[in-house]
């Protein structure tokens, strides 16, 4: 592979990968990849399922999820995107991970950083029954 | 060599990763029809691939990829696509379809094939580093330190567990520092992923840089990403550290 073919192919990846999200929304691309894949999304607050026990799946259950047969990382990433748009399967899982029946994704006013790894308690500013 | 010796080893290592995949299925209470397909698909790809390489021909390449795309498939299906590092071997082992397994590994079609997968691999690195910077100037992050912190509280819920070394002293500024710097470091690497693209004789170097990388990435975050380690050994260092010396 000429020095030629390298660049014209890097080129063809870098722009498919800069200009899609643009295109499509930053929607799915393909089967086989999202543009997540790349940068967690941005928001400057963080969202957590809290269930009517007080206690939060990512806090404080978060060594257990994977054992339920959930991946953390999808559903994190569920949770931040689309807040409420959780499958039956997977809201009846964390249902049976805490022995409870109310779950609401909620967002708080603080940055993921404080809420998940400094455990503050900040404000709420939105909560939506799940 | 012979291609065929050279990817007798990655059966091993795709053999890895079949098991991993099959671990993954265990793990869950009540498999669905889908995870259970999810469980045959390797088993089935990988015996197909073992066939593949002791007789070629153009039947069990066709069920070989069919299989492969429909564990991938499937893999992404559960996962729920995102954050996946197999991607890379997604691409090689179609690619690696197309290697005559009868010619020299440095033969002109080989050579080729195996120069695409690492560009990809490359690239996949400089474009992450871009993504990061990208994200640095549209968040809505104010000050310098707040991106490198949320990516660090990203990874610390999303590997469900504790962050490993560092994970009890973040309340120090000192630490907080520490993971900011680490971060601008890790984009600069990224944007330097460029240079063996350009400068063949880089590309075992950084090799074994993106395979520190990730060690180093697994040590202090928990996140682990196997299988780039293994694709950058296996593409990256091994194939060029075989390179006879009077070619090229």
């Given amino acids: 592979m000429g020095l030629g073919h390298k660049v014209l192919f890097l080129i063809f990846v870098t722009l498919s990968h800069?200009?899609?999200?643009?295109?499509?929304?930053?929607?799915?691309?393909?089967?086989?990849?999202?543009?997540?894949f790349?940068?967690?999304?941005?928001?400057?607050?963080?969202?957590?399922?809290?269930?009517n026990n007080n206690k939060s799946l990512f806090r404080d259950y978060s060594m257990?999820?994977?054992?339920?047969?959930?991946?953390?990382?999808?559903?994190?990433?569920?949770?931040?995107?689309?807040?409420?748009?959780?499958?039956?399967?997977?809201?009846?899982?964390?249902?049976?991970?805490?022995?409870?029946?109310g779950l609401k994704v909620v967002?708080?006013?603080?940055?993921?950083?404080?809420?998940?790894?400094?455990?503050?308690?900040?404000?709420?500013?939105?909560?939506?029954?799940? | 060599m012979t291609a065929r010796g050279f990817f007798s080893f990655f059966i091993?290592?795709?053999?890895?990763?079949?098991?991993?995949?099959?671990?993954?299925?265990?793990?869950?209470?009540?498999?669905?029809?889908?995870?259970?397909?999810?469980?045959m698909a390797p088993i089935l790809s990988f015996i197909t691939l073992i066939v593949l390489i002791k007789k070629r021909s153009v039947f069990f390449n066709s069920i070989y990829a069919l299989l492969f795309l429909i564990t991938m498939f499937c893999v992404f299906h559960v996962l729920g696509k995102i954050y996946h590092s197999n991607h890379i071997w997604l691409l090689s082992v179609v690619l690696m379809l197309f290697v005559n397994f009868e010619k020299d590994l440095f033969s002109g079609r080989n050579q080729f094939i195996i120069r695409s997968i690492q560009v990809y691999t490359l690239s996949t690195y400089f474009i992450s580093g871009l993504w990061k910077l990208r994200d640095y100037f549209t968040s809505q992050a104010v000050s310098f330190n707040t991106l490198p912190l949320e990516?660090?509280?990203?990874?610390?819920?999303?590997?469900?567990?504790?962050?490993?070394?560092?994970?009890?002293?973040?309340?120090?500024?000192?630490?907080?520092?520490?993971?900011?710097?680490?971060?601008?470091?890790?984009?600069?690497?990224?944007?330097?992923?460029?240079?063996?693209?350009?400068?063949?004789?880089?590309?075992?170097?950084?090799?074994?840089?993106?395979?520190?990388?990730?060690?180093?990435?697994?040590?202090?975050?928990?996140?682990?990403?196997?299988?780039?380690?293994?694709?950058?050994?296996?593409?990256?260092?091994?194939?060029?550290?075989?390179?006879?010396?009077?070619?090229?």
């Fill in chain 1, 18 to 36: 800069l200009l899609i999200p643009f295109v499509n929304s930053n929607k799915d691309f393909l089967i086989f990849t999202n543009w997540n």
């Fill in chain 1, 38 to 51: 790349f940068s967690p999304p941005s928001t400057a607050f963080a969202k957590d399922i809290v269930m």
């Fill in chain 1, 64 to 101: 257990q999820i994977r054992k339920i047969g959930l991946n953390p990382t999808s559903l994190f990433h569920k949770v931040e995107s689309s807040g409420i748009n959780l499958s039956e399967d997977e809201i009846q899982k964390i249902k049976t991970l805490c022995q409870c029946e």
């Fill in chain 1, 107 to 130: 967002t708080y006013n603080a940055t993921r950083f404080e809420y998940f790894v400094l455990k503050k308690n900040p404000e709420i500013i939105q909560s939506l029954l799940l």
């Fill in chain 2, 12 to 39: 091993i290592i795709l053999f890895f990763i079949q098991i991993r995949m099959i671990s993954f299925v265990q793990s869950m209470d009540k498999p669905q029809v889908l995870d259970i397909f999810l469980f």
């Fill in chain 2, 151 to 248: 990516y660090y509280a990203v990874t610390f819920v999303t590997e469900g567990r504790p962050a490993s070394i560092v994970s009890n002293s973040m309340n120090q500024i000192f630490m907080q520092n520490l993971i900011v710097v680490g971060f601008y470091i890790i984009i600069l690497f990224q944007l330097s992923c460029i240079v063996p693209l350009i400068k063949v004789k880089w590309m075992s170097f950084f090799g074994v840089l993106i395979g520190f990388f990730h060690i180093f990435n697994g040590l202090f975050f928990g996140h682990w990403f196997t299988e780039a380690i293994l694709a950058s050994t296996f593409f990256l260092i091994f194939y060029e550290s075989m390179r006879p010396h009077e070619i090229e």
